[in-house]
């Protein structure tokens, strides 16, 4: 006898970076099942498994319309992109090399139709090939909810593709979300989109004080985000000596 799988609630979170938005997704109100996390830049890859909670799922991968490997520019920036002529802020001087799989591929093999998909792409220029490759084949109907920072427009060499992909989505019916309009960016835009689509839940006080104490970070890199959070409320004095000890603590937790 087949057993019959339980309808998840799952969040897709391509372009993890460092795991802000998953942060986000981990509160405990959100309901989520299972929360995926797509980043390719192994700077990144370091600090999301710093994750201990059962909900992630980590794919050291890419999304795109193909399964093959490409440049990654600025790998571990808050820019990095598969374009070179995206703009992007540090990161490796040297493209690396990372591995991309099809998008429609992805969802085919990981999403069952009875789940509830919540997927953000915030990819930098990546969320063109992934969409038209979820629009060519359709598996973009398995998607409930979409969010979409449409980063197109900051390639020259692609920035046309952006009217055409929304006018795609506009005439598949699927309700799509861009934050242009958003008065929170980033990260805050996504929980504000989530707040917006997601009927909050009742939370215990043990989740939520597990989730406002970090909980959902293994022991070390906790204590650290613990500490961190503390330093400001502390340290709030004009006092030379309260400046730089802030100043040092800050520049010794800047990293997991």
């Known amino acids: ?99 991309v799989v099809d998008a429609s591929e992805f969802i085919k093999t990981n999403v069952e139709k009875s789940d509830t998909v ?40 692609q920035s046309h593709r952006e009217p055409l992909i929304k006018e795609r989505l506009k005439a598949s019916g699927i309700d799509f979300t861009d934050p242009v309009n958003f008065i929170e960016s980033g990260w805050n835009g996504v929980r504000f ?3 917006l689509v997601i009927k909050i839940e009742k939370v215990s006080f043990q989740n939520y004080f597990n989730y406002q104490t970090f909980g959902y970070l293994k022991p070390k890199p906790r204590l650290k985000k613990l500490i961190k959070t503390c330093i400001p409320k502390v340290l709030k004095n004009n006092n030379t000596y309260f400046r730089s000890t802030h100043s040092y603590f800050r520049r010794l937790l800047s990293d997991y």
């Open 1 to 99: 006898m087949t057993l019959k799988r339980t309808a998840r609630r799952i969040f897709i979170d391509v372009g993890a970076s460092y795991g802000q938005t998953a942060e986000i997704a981990l509160n405990p109100k959100y309901g989520f099942d299972q929360i995926f996390l797509i980043e390719p830049a192994t700077e990144c890859l370091s600090r999301l498994n710093c994750f201990k909670s059962q909900k992630i799922i980590i794919f050291p991968i890419a999304l795109s319309n193909t399964n093959n490997e490409m440049l990654l520019f600025g790998s571990g920036s808050l820019g990095a992109s598969i374009y070179p002529d995206k703009r992007y802020f540090d990161g490796s001087l040297e493209p690396k090399s990372v591995n």
């Open 118 to 157: 919540y997927l953000k792409l915030n990819c930098e220029g990546g969320e063109a090939n992934i969409l038209e490759s979820l629009l060519d084949s359709n598996e973009i109907a398995g998607i409930q909810y979409l969010y979409v920072d449409f980063d197109i427009k900051k390639i020259p060499s």
């Open 193 to 195: 989109w989530l707040d």
